[in-house]
């Protein structure tokens, strides 16, 4: 009995690497599956001349949804090329094709009436100034209002010059009826009222608005109540240069038909003046300055001021207002 138990303890004892596993030698024959790398085609060998395309047929082919052709902007959007001609014609306002051309013009009108009839009144002062040197101090004054709406407005203009110590040079005050003819151009009548050394009385035809890139005009002419023709334009630009800070380039120049001696002008060109003011909004409705300004008498008119004693050319330090409400 003893000997029975050793032998029975031994056969648990042994290692397990001393264990027949032969019964499971068929899982020795189980090789992994081998990964099928897959390879590019190889295409060089092929003989592409003997193929036959001419029977073929692309015109069946759709090449509308060809990556170069779809316009990415907006979604299902067609190329430009594929937008139906009839697409850009018909009328400017489409409502008229639904309700008619009639009925749709009377509802604009009364879309104009109510959103385009306010009355608005204006004032600016475009230029209070002191202009110093040029063997001489003087001052000027350079204001407008108006009156009216979209396409009818009143203006009046008050301009002047003189001498400080000294009197008034020169005053004008004009009294006009504007109308509108384009977007961005205002025609002006009326009268012009010149009071100074002597005073005359002018009939008014001028344009005043916005010229392309923005240059600010004002030109007139005017037929004096003796028969004197004369014109005047002025054009400036307000280039910005902070949101604050704006350079205005400003040039005005006179012409007269005809000399006017008692006036000491002669026919031509006789007068112009270019300047440049840099000014400094303060508020958007107000504003200072500083500049200079080149002033000029030319032709027989510069001959007239030397006569006198007058240098006809001269430069200007001038110091500013602006306001506007």
């Known amino acids: 009995m003893r000997w029975f138990a050793i032998a029975a303890f031994a056969a648990f004892a042994l290692p397990a690497n001393a264990q027949d596993h032969s019964a499971h030698d068929t899982h020795g024959n189980h090789q992994p599956a081998e990964e099928q790398e897959e390879k590019p085609a190889d295409h060089s060998t092929m003989n592409h001349s003997s193929m036959d395309h001419s029977s073929m047929d692309h015109s069946t082919m759709d090449h509308s949804q060809h990556p170069a052709a779809l316009d990415k902007s907006a979604p299902n959007a067609k190329a430009e090329d594929e937008v139906p001609a009839r697409a850009l014609e018909g009328s400017t306002h489409a409502a008229d094709e639904i309700w008619g051309a009639d009925a749709m013009a009377q509802s604009r009108a009364d879309l104009h009436r109510s959103h385009g009839a306010g009355q608005l009144a204006t004032v600016r002062i475009d230029r209070i100034e002191a202009r110093l040197g040029g063997g001489s101090d003087a001052y000027l004054w350079d204001l407008e209002a108006s009156y009216g709406g979209d396409l009818n407005k009143i203006w009046l203009k008050l301009e002047g010059e003189g001498e400080f110590g000294g009197e008034v040079e020169d005053a004008e005050f004009q009294a006009l009826y504007s ?16 009071v100074g050394p002597e005073t005359r009385s002018h009939l008014v035809v001028g344009l005043q608005g916005t010229a392309p890139y923005w240059l600010h005009v004002d030109a007139a002419a005017f037929l004096s109540d003796r028969g004197d023709l004369t014109a005047r334009a002025e054009i400036e630009y307000d280039q910005k240069i902070t949101q604050q800070l704006i350079l205005q380039p400003r ?4 012409i007269a038909f005809k000399d006017i001696p008692e006036r000491e002008v002669g026919a031509g060109l006789y007068k112009i003046e270019p300047g440049l003011r840099l000014r400094y909004e303060i508020v958007p409705e107000f504003a200072s300055y500083v500049g200079i300004e080149y002033e000029a008498k030319l032709g027989e008119t510069a001959d007239l001021a030397r006569a006198e004693g007058e240098d006809p050319t001269g430069f200007k330090l001038l110091i500013g207002l602006r306001a506007w409400f």
Request: a negative charge.
């Open 251 to 254: 040039v005005e120049a006179e």
């Open 179 to 194: 109308r509108a003819i384009t977007p961005f151009f205002d025609l002006q009548l009326g009268a012009r009222l010149n």
